[in-house]
């Protein structure tokens, strides 16, 4: 099993910073990727930022200069780094991971349990 702890949200005011983990655990061969997405109340699950094994990011339009993904391969851990933080950005974000299990070399794609940003105005 591959699993994902994340940890990092709370409540900021606008304008404040916060940074969120992601911490993956289990039977990994290899990550390829691994991202961030956020659900706002009554809004669809959407894009925030991923990250490849290589280092390659992407950034939602909404976000860009102000968040910034990183990644600690050593540590299977990724990161948000959140800047300028607005009202809007309030949602539950989830970490998710793509790789291949060690041993059995199978793809996995897993989902963190969600961590609450809440930005006040």
């Known amino acids: 099993q591959v699993q994902l702890v994340e940890s990092g949200g709370g409540l900021v005011q606008r304008g404040g910073s916060l940074r969120l983990s992601c911490a993956a655990s289990?039977?990994?061969?290899?990550?390829?990727?691994q991202g961030w997405y956020r659900q706002a109340p009554g809004k669809q699950r959407e894009l925030v930022a991923t990250i490849t094994s290589g280092g390659n990011t992407n950034y939602t339009d909404s976000v860009k200069g102000r968040f910034t993904i990183s990644r600690d391969n050593a540590k299977n851990t990724v990161y948000l780094q959140m800047n300028s933080l607005k009202p809007e950005d309030t949602a539950v974000y989830y970490c998710?991971?793509?790789?291949?299990?060690?041993?059995?070399?199978?793809?996995?794609?897993?989902w963190g349990q969600g961590t609450l940003v809440t930005v006040s105005s």
């Open positions: 289990g039977s990994i061969s290899s990550i390829y990727a």
């Open positions: 998710n991971a793509a790789g291949r299990r060690s041993l059995s070399f199978r793809y996995f794609e897993v």
